[in-house]
T-cell receptor, first 114, second 115 residues
Framework: NAGVTQTPKFQVLKTGQSMTLQCAQD?????MSWYRQDPGMGLRLIHY???????DQGEVPNGYNVSRSTTEDFPLRLLSAAPSQTSVYFC?????????????FGPGTRLTVL | ELKVEQNPLFLSMQEEKNYTIYCNYS?????LYWYRQDPGKSLESLFV?????AVKQEGRLMASLDTKARLSTLHITAAVHDLSATYFC???????????????FGTGTRLTVIP
């Protein structure tokens, strides 16, 4: 199993550009999510999904869109990048409904918006 | 709004010493997690604590949970250099509603173990 994979690892954008961060998992997890991590801070939830076709907002959803057309993939779209979106983005996945539930994190995408 | 506070934010300790990291959270929670993050790396799951009084140990790390006080601790025993990392606690509120693992993270404790 590859686990949770993310591409690209690094990206530099100019203000106003759009792009999609890719996330995939091969563990057949129902739950997937996107977090951002800013320097000196913990992770904050952007969007999450509990299954194909179902998405919802987290703590900091503004400026980001998601979709979940398959169980495996959960892309994050930046519609018009802003310097405030400079951050490290982590995708995570887990099973649903298990009480003792471990969430698996991807390696991260480091995004800089100039 | 759920708030998760960790202290200390920075911890420099000598090898072989003991210390505790504290994690306070503001509302009831279903689960509490501890993660480790090495510089430039992803998060590694350490512990999941599910109920009041839960205690889990792995090597030199031991985590406990007091749901009444809304407090979790991560105790480090006889620290070694390899434990140098940032440690995060995270609280999950989503399980009872949808089963979703929506985590709220503390700001992290950067631990440096000095030889």
């Amino acid at each position: 199993n590859a686990g949770v994979t993310q591409t690209p690892k690094f990206q530099v954008l100019k203000t106003g550009q759009s792009m999609t961060l890719q996330c995939a998992q091969d563990m057949n997890h129902e739950y997937m999510s996107w977090y951002r991590q800013d320097p000196g801070m913990g992770l904050r939830l952007i969007h999450y999904s509990v299954g194909a076709g179902i998405t919802d907002q987290g703590e900091v959803p503004n400026g980001y869109n998601v979709s979940r057309s398959t169980t495996e993939d959960f892309p994050l779209r930046l519609l018009s990048a802003a310097p405030s979106q400079t951050s490290v983005y982590f995708c995570a996945s887990s099973y649903l409904g298990l009480k003792d539930n471990e969430q698996f994190f991807g390696p991260g995408t480091r995004l800089t918006v100039l | 709004e759920l708030k998760v506070e960790q202290n200390p934010l920075f911890l420099s300790m000598q090898e072989e010493k003991n210390y505790t990291i504290y994690c306070n959270y503001s509302t009831t929670s279903d689960r509490l997690y501890w993660y480790r993050q090495d510089p430039g790396k992803s998060l590694e799951s350490l512990f999941v604590l599910l109920s009041n009084g839960a205690v889990k140990q792995e090597g030199r790390l031991m985590a406990s949970l007091d749901t009444k006080a809304r407090l979790s601790t991560l105790h480090i025993t006889a620290a070694v250099h390899d434990l140098s990392a940032t440690y995060f606690c995270a609280v999950d509120r989503g399980y009872l509603r949808s089963g979703a693992n929506n985590l709220f993270f503390g700001t992290g404790t950067r631990l440096t173990v000095i030889p």
